[in-house]
């Protein structure tokens, strides 16, 4: 009788457990779907960027009446002088524009060039191997800045603003100052040997007693505040001509560089057409060669479409094993075919083609992982002739603007140029600097992303604009080096498959896979029943740090816009009006 009594009791604790692991289970769904993540909405503008002060200044632009490219041009420059570890005038990047007026989206490639005097084996030591130390932090690391002049080309192209006008805000923060963050202060501590290698960079990122900045100073830039000046009073020629292209000159100089007077005067950004594609019946931009993120981010969507994402259930391990496999054979095909479309031929339309999406899809085992090593870059049809940042802004006009920006490394090579107070870039390492050798990111290259005179070196960024029915849909991007196109693509998925709302879907925990090395990485979050599961079907799951930074808004059918800023770094802001 006590032991029928016991075992009722026990019975009706388990049911009781039952219901609560139900209703824990259905609380992780309602989280999913956006109810507890919840998005910045509003109706006439929406700014999402990695740092507060450059949402409110760029939020301010479109209150005034400009459009998204003014507020992009001048949330560039501001984020050049609140996040110096990416937000750049010495780097390059890209810029997505869906512009209403002219009904088109088109990409701004203001990617870094090689200096004329580079070359192959540059990097590369007395005993053949490639010297790190060189490709990453000296002063020939550094390719030719594309990031004022291509700002100023989009603000020219398809802004109503002066540059004066979109540098004033950058201009004012550098000058008066503003309060430091902790993320500001940990950075530049967690960085010291990189900054302080040079008497500017002390200059620049310690106090004049050689205190650090802690939170709560204010930290004014009096050397970049003059660039900036110098920019706005002579437009791309007070950077690429005049006392700031001499400083350059002085600093290659100096550490032995390459940037010459006629590289800086020679530089003009390109307009290009963004790769494109479509994914359940949305229409994908991304961003073309020289970058591979576009291309790659429609391969995988292509190789996933034909399986059923939404019921196989977000981040189960039957979605993620579908994915690792179609990013492994996505990554196989960027080590080879994938540099700057001005130097190589690169089968874009192959690469992005349905057919070939078939022809890889037949190749994967819905239940066992296949192994990195014996996949090979495919055969697609027809050639054809530790820090980033991306912001997204959409205005009340119907215009959109996904923009990331770099200079690769936080902080870049390290290297402030003495007299100015911006870091060059380090972008020459994402050249292959030896075939089959990997970059920082692990990324193997070979003879398409060789080091050559003038070539824009090869880039993962991957600013993104999805459309539906012709209207502006999702915007997005993110920085992470070999991450960035596959946190594109799975904040792509968790809108259009797993229906998260814009901030659920930034939110979500990550995975990725990059062919090699042979593992899945994932972000904490994902659970131990899925790892297990993926580890059964012969996958290497490894879990490592936090993954990209993606920045999005999504536009509703009826023009709401919800602006989703990454929790993944502190300074991130999302605001509209
Ligand atoms: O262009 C690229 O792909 C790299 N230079 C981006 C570097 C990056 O995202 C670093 N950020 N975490």
Redesign the pocket.
Known sequence: MKKGLFSFKKKALLVLFGILLMAGSAQGQAILSGDRSVPVEARNGMVVTSHTLATEVALEVLKKGGNAIDAAVTAGFALAVTQPR?GNIGGGGFMLISSQEKQEVVAIDY?EKAPAGASRDMFLGPDGNVDQTLSRFSHISAGVPGTVAGLASALEKYGTISLAESLAPAIELAEKGFVVTPRFSKGVKSKQKRLFKFEAGKKKFLKPDGAFYEPGDIYIQSDLAETLRRISKNGVKGFYEGKTADLIVAEMQRGKGLITLDDLKNYQPKIRKPVSGNYRGFDIYSMSPP?S?GAHIIQILNILEKYPIKNLGHNSAKTIHLMAEAMKRAYADRSKFLGDSDFVGVPLGGITSKKYAAALRADIDADFASISQAILPGNPAGFES???THFSIVDGFGNAVAN?Y?I???YGSGIVVEGAGFLLNN?M??FSAKPGVPNA?GLIGGEANKIEPHKR?????SPTIVMKGGKNFLVAG???????ITTTLQVIMNVIDHRLNVQAAVNAPRIHHQWLPDEIRIEEGISPDTVRLLRAMGHNVNEKSSM??IQSIMIAEDGTLYGGADPRRSTSAAMGF
């Open positions: 990416s990617r970058s993120g530790d820090e980033t990331t770099t690769n490394f936080s972008e390492d994402d990111y070196m090869l880039s993962s960024m993110s920085p992470g080096g070999s991450r960035i990209g930074a």
